[in-house]
């Protein structure tokens, strides 16, 4: 299994308030992504990173800001958590024109 | 509007059945994907297409380029099979993935 871990895995939080997700990769890939996963809709790209401080914007990225300071770490941070935010939270790594690797995911719950 | 459209949403299948999973996408791809995804939620990578053909065990993926689809099969279905398939394409302007909303497979004993 590709070294990919997220945390945290679960957490509830009430509207209005910051919640930053953080995976982490020990396979020193290039790319990182962020993707929610809701019924209906399969997994979307929230942002995706292809080096250290380089990032864009995928198709869902409204109330989402991310940053990479170093390799192994992706942060996700919802600035102020709407109950439309609740999701399933997939972190991805992958090389160049390679497969991705996905971590086990993070359940978020806004109330 | 989806990139990437999956049919059927939906199959239930008798153990040992051969099963056939469709993707079609509307973009130009430099490769698909066939994930899946366990009932516990984790994703697996099962293969990377870029042309032809590919077989890992029970489980053969084809592309045609030229038509835009791909197939996944499953040979001699078994119940552990039991998961969500989900076909993800690589646009060739970037290394932005686009996914299915998934196949939904029950292998009944």
């Known amino acids: 299994d590709a070294g990919i871990t997220q945390s945290p895995r679960h957490k509830v939080t009430e509207t209005g308030t910051p919640v930053t997700l953080r995976c982490h990769q020990t396979?020193?890939?290039?790319?990182m992504y962020w993707y929610r996963q809701d019924p209906g809709h399969g997994l979307r790209l929230i942002h995706y990173s292809y080096g250290v401080k380089d990032t864009d914007k995928g198709e869902v990225s409204d109330g989402y800001s991310v940053s990479r300071s170093k390799t192994e770490d992706f942060l996700l941070t919802l600035e102020s958590a709407t109950s439309s935010q609740t999701s399933v939270y997939f972190c991805?790594?992958?090389?160049?024109?390679?497969?991705?690797?996905f971590g086990p995911g993070t359940r978020l719950t806004v109330l | 509007k989806n990139e990437v459209e999956q049919s059927p949403q939906n199959l239930t299948a008798q153990e040992g059945e051969f099963i056939t999973i469709n993707c079609s996408y509307s973009v130009g791809i430099s490769a698909l994907h066939w994930l899946q995804q366990h009932p516990g939620g984790g994703i697996v990578s099962l293969f990377m297409l870029s042309s032809g053909k590919k077989k890992h065990g029970r489980l053969i993926a084809t592309i045609n380029i030229q038509e835009k689809h791909s197939s996944l099969h499953i040979t001699a279905s078994h119940p552990r099979d039991s998961a969500v398939y989900i076909c993800?394409?690589?646009?060739?302007?970037?290394?932005?993935?686009?996914f299915g909303t998934g196949t939904s497979l029950t292998v009944i004993p």
């Open positions: 396979e020193n890939h290039r790319y």
């Open positions: 991805a790594i992958s090389g160049v024109a390679d497969t991705q690797y």
């Open positions: 993800a394409v690589v646009q060739n302007t970037g290394n932005q993935f686009y």
